[in-house]
Nanobody, 119 residues
């Protein structure tokens, strides 16, 4: 059974940093594009970042220049380094796995980790 387990969330002051991790199991991690999404209360899910199997990265406009996505295929883990955090970054952050050539959209999702940025 495929599992994506996020960790690293927490409470941080504005201007601070956090690093989220997402550990994958029961899939061939190196063969999946990986993404981070977030959802704040009362808002729709928002795309944050994506890293392809060849480590090409894409970012949402609201996080460009502040967040960095990376992957370690040896550890089956994708990371999201978040700097210069703002209160509007407060959300539950989810990682997701997308099999190239598979169904439209991401195939697997984690359970999420809460990030709270205080002003």
């Amino acid at each position: 059974q495929v599992q994506l387990v996020e960790s690293g969330g927490g409470l941080v002051q504005a201007g601070g940093s956090l690093r989220l991790s997402c550990a994958a199991s029961a899939l061939t991690f190196r063969n999946y594009h990986m993404g981070w999404f977030r959802q704040a209360p009362g808002k729709e899910r928002e795309f944050v970042a994506r890293i392809t199997v060849t480590s090409i990265t894409i970012y949402g406009d609201s996080v460009k220049g502040r967040f960095t996505i990376s992957r370690d295929n040896a550890k089956n883990t994708v990371y999201l380094e978040m700097n210069s955090l703002k209160p509007e970054d407060t959300a539950v952050y989810y990682c997701a796995a997308d099999r190239p050539g598979g169904n439209v959209g991401y195939d697997y999702w984690g359970q999420g980790t809460q990030v709270t940025v205080s002003s």
